[in-house]
């Protein structure tokens, strides 16, 4: 393994590691963290604080706790989407999706290493808030671009 261990941008990182704000939880990533994007709906503002969200996409069976499981809390903030989040210090974590049990969504601040992906656009620009403004050249888009987005 050893030859292999130089960093590859073609290839996904292996044993990408997240963790939350107070440090009582942590995961790890084994796979592919795919679509980054920045998001301005209202819900991922709320959820975050923040002005967007930073989200990407990740396999579910890639994905696991590695320490405190019993503090991560779900909120469902539609119907069939979940949300988790640190118990304790409130981090946004995974979003799990009924429709689509084989991906999760990830929030991109809580990672400890890079996933080596950068992303690609905007999306729900139309509900962006009026105190931030978008300086990069990124593209932008009203809502979603299409259907693969759509979780
Ligand atoms: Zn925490
Ligand atoms: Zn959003």
């Given at each position: 393994m050893t030859a292999s261990t130089k960093l590859n941008v073609d290839k996904a990182p292996t044993m990408l590691r997240g963790s939350c704000l107070c440090q009582g939880v942590a995961f790890a990533i084994d796979g592919p963290v795919t679509d980054a994007l920045y998001c301005h709906c209202t819900m991922c503002r709320k959820a975050h604080g923040t002005a967007f969200r930073a989200r990407a996409r990740i396999k579910s069976a890639d994905f696991r706790w590695t320490?405190?499981?019993?503090l991560v809390r779900y909120c469902?903030?539609?119907?069939g989407l979940y949300r988790s989040f640190c118990s304790v210090c409130g981090a946004n974590l995974i979003s799990t999706f009924d429709a689509r049990p084989h991906v999760y969504g990830l929030?991109?601040?809580?990672?400890?290493?890079?996933?080596q992906v950068r992303a690609r656009c905007h999306v729900h620009v139309a509900s962006?808030?009026?105190?931030?403004?978008?300086?990069?050249d990124l593209p932008q888009f009203d809502e979603l671009p299409d259907a693969r987005f759509k979780w």
């Open positions: 320490k405190g499981e019993d469902e903030s539609s119907p929030a991109l601040g809580v990672l400890d290493d890079d996933p962006k808030a009026p105190w931030f403004e978008i300086t990069d």
